[in-house]
């Protein structure tokens, strides 16, 4: 394991914030590990919407739920429920606590700038960027906040960050509670450069099976635009409310969200009635997985009447789709997670993801040091099983090239 550069701590009480700083430990590792020769792609990376509020309200169509969400507060400060985000861990994440100091040229976003910082030090190349306060915004109780919220951001990244930065992608955030305001969003949305596919928050407490959202597949099936279902998490879940700590509602509810809808996309068939449409699970970690093949199986084995769409057990449809890498669980234990990398075909169906900035970040490394994966599968799940699925130019970073031509050079 790579040692802790001093200047990591020591930036934790600089005034001014520097994730150079922060990240320096990450950079030495993409120089000794050589990333330069490998096209990175996070597939989770995430920064605070909130942080451009006014901005964002501004693409709200009626003033007067413009003016009511401005004062009512939905995502500001990084709240959108009485959950909170509790990504800060009580202040000690430097990372969240800085950004608002840190520093950044004038003539270009912030949030292009300092997500190209944090990007560079990691040696990744391309991102999947998604909002932080919004994947709670499913909880909101009213329907109209979370619709011209979520299109109001989407036309905001659009115009703002996507149209302006070609290494920074995006799946834009879809108002599940409304099948109509998901149409919308992928009929105004879908065609927009960096848009790479549509993603639903997994706390939202409708069955994607129902007849309303089968427009919306359609859609994205025929477009090529894959659908991703985001983890997250909600203490008001019924269940989750006997939880005391953060930590046990994080540990279940990121894995438990996408565990339902994955039961429902499958059990109803789903694969079998849009058979080109790639989902992808994200941010729900990976030891669920095996866990839920094996128990869909049993059961399907038991009871095939239940499930009449399906021509195959459950866990060969899920073989096929995608699932991102963090938070990877087993890490102290190779063996484990070798036999689920081997159950969810991790060689063409794993994408790296970070999650930068959350507290329980993923640096490349995690998938580079794994002894048990060849050459080849490293580079498919860090960059290239992405490549494929979201159809991506290879943009390599500046700092990339320029470690790659002075090698050469030198040779």
Wanted: charged residues 25%.
């Amino acid at each position: 394991m790579d040692s802790i550069d001093p200047s990591v701590r020591k930036s934790t009480a600089d005034t001014e914030f520097d994730q150079n700083k922060v990240l320096a430990n990450a950079r030495q590792q993409a120089i000794r590990r050589k990333y330069e020769d490998i096209f990175i792609v996070d597939i989770d990376a995430h920064h605070y919407e909130s942080d451009s509020y006014d901005e964002i309200l501004a693409y709200i169509e009626s003033p007067i739920l413009r003016n009511e969400i401005r004062h009512q507060g939905w995502g500001r400060n990084g709240v959108m429920t009485p959950d909170g985000t509790y990504q800060n861990m009580g202040g000690r994440i430097a990372r969240l606590n800085g950004r608002m100091t840190e520093k950044a040229p004038a003539g270009v976003h912030r949030d292009i700038t300092l997500t190209k910082r944090w990007m560079d030090a990691m040696g990744i190349d391309s991102i999947c960027l998604f909002p932080t306060p919004m994947l709670t915004l499913g909880a909101v109780p009213r329907r109209d906040v979370e619709n011209e919220l979520a299109r109001a951001y989407g036309h905001w990244l659009c115009d703002t960050v996507l149209a302006k930065e070609p290494r920074i992608k995006s799946m834009l955030y879809l108002p599940f509670n409304d099948p109509d305001a998901c149409v919308r969003m992928v009929e105004e949305l879908g065609d927009r450069k960096g848009v790479i596919g549509f993603m639903v928050t997994a706390p939202h407490r409708r069955g994607c099976f129902e007849n309303v959202y089968m427009r919306l597949y359609s859609m994205l099936q025929e477009r090529n635009l894959p659908l991703g279902f985001h983890g997250s998490y909600s203490w008001h879940e019924q269940t989750f409310s006997t939880f005391n700590r953060f930590i046990t509602v994080h540990a279940l509810g990121f894995s438990f969200f996408n565990m339902a809808h994955m039961a429902n996309w499958v059990i109803n068939a789903l694969p079998e009635r849009f058979p080109k449409l790639k989902t992808v699970w994200i941010e729900s970690g990976l030891a669920w997985v095996p866990f839920l093949m094996q128990r869909l199986d049993s059961e399907f084995m038991m009871r095939t009447s239940e499930a009449p769409g399906l021509k195959r057990k459950p866990s060969e449809y899920m073989r096929e789709m995608y699932f991102t890498s963090q938070p990877m669980e087993a890490v102290d234990n190779r063996e484990a997670l070798e036999v689920t990398f081997k159950m969810i075909n991790a060689e063409t169906q794993l994408l790296y993801a970070s999650d930068y900035p959350h507290w329980d970040m993923d640096l490349p490394s995690t998938i580079y040091d794994l002894p048990f994966l060849s050459e080849q599968a490293k580079r498919n799940i860090l960059g290239l099983n992405a490549q494929r699925l979201f159809n991506l130019e290879p943009i390599y970073s500046d700092e990339k090239l320029a470690r790659r031509a002075a090698r050469i050079a030198a040779q």
